[in-house]
Nanobody
Framework: QVSLVESGGGLVQAGGSLRLSCRASGRTFSSSGMAWFRQAAGKGRAFLASIDQNGRRAYYADSVRGRFTISKDGPKNTIYLQMNSLEAEDTAVYYC?????????????WGQGAQVTVSS
């Protein structure tokens, strides 16, 4: 059984920042890469960023590269997504996932997500 709990979402003005957290439990966290995805209203789930099991390698979608940073705290079984220079187009529900295959194929386990709303 895998549990993924996202937190840190909210309402922010365009140009602002937010940091999302995702706490994982149930599966050996240290042996899995992890990733962030998002789903905007009326659209499919989109890959954003991934980090390997050691926390040493990261990969980003073009849409967020240079603005978002993924990181990992192994002892806390937690990954983070630092989001800067937010735009209205970043409004979505954000999800974390365990990686099935690098850099962006997830296992089909999902948390409740974190709503991020960016006002313009």
């Amino acid at each position: 059984q895998v549990s993924l709990v996202e937190s840190g979402g909210g309402l922010v003005q365009a140009g602002g920042s937010l940091r999302l957290s995702c706490r994982a439990s149930g599966r050996t966290f240290s042996s899995s890469g992890m990733a962030w995805f998002r789903q905007a209203a009326g659209k499919g789930r989109a890959f954003l960023a991934s980090i390997d099991q050691n926390g040493r390698r990261a990969y980003y979608a073009d849409s967020v590269r240079g603005r978002f940073t993924i990181s990992k705290d192994g002892p806390k079984n937690t990954i983070y997504l630092q989001m800067n220079s937010l735009e209205a187009e970043d409004t979505a529900v954000y999800y974390c996932a365990l990686l099935k295959r690098w850099p962006g194929e997830p296992f089909d386990y999902w948390g409740q997500g974190a709503q991020v709303t960016v006002s313009s």
